[in-house]
């Protein structure tokens, strides 16, 4: 069964830090474009970072630019998202996505990936 497992999420105070885990299993993350979105009720997925399939290329929301950090284990078949310095905007379920063939130019759109994970809750709180 291929699949996407997000772990990591929680309460947090603002300041904080998080690592959100998304570990695959019936399919290798190496290779394969690798996104990381969040959303909250009402508006659509956001990406939050993403890393191209030969990791040339990564791009990160403005919005987390300097205290996010996207990285990969491919021994453990995982991605990490570093969250340092959270805000309350923050707040949010944060998914892992996963395509083989996606595009440079598509990775922002979460429509473009194949696989997802169920989502962790991130909630930034004091």
């Known amino acids: 069964q291929l699949q996407l497992v997000e772990s990591g999420g929680g309460l947090v105070q603002p300041g904080g830090s998080l690592r959100l885990s998304c570990a695959a299993s019936?399919?290798?993350?190496?290779?394969?474009?690798i996104g990381w979105f969040r959303q909250v009720p009402g508006k659509e997925r956001e990406a939050v970072a993403c890393v191209s399939r030969g990791r040339l290329y990564s791009d990160y929301a403005r919005s987390v630019r300097g205290r996010f950090t996207m990285s990969r284990d491919n021994a453990q078949n995982t991605v990490y998202l570093q969250m340092t310095s959270l805000k309350t905007e923050d707040t949010a379920l944060y998914y892992c996505?996963?395509?083989?063939?996606?595009?440079?130019?598509?990775?922002?759109?979460?429509?473009?990936?194949?696989?997802w994970g169920q989502g962790t809750q991130v909630t930034v709180s004091s």
């Open positions: 019936g399919f290798t993350l190496d290779g394969r474009a």
């Open positions: 996505a996963a395509d083989q063939n996606l595009i440079t130019s598509s990775l922002r759109v979460a429509s473009e990936y194949d696989y």
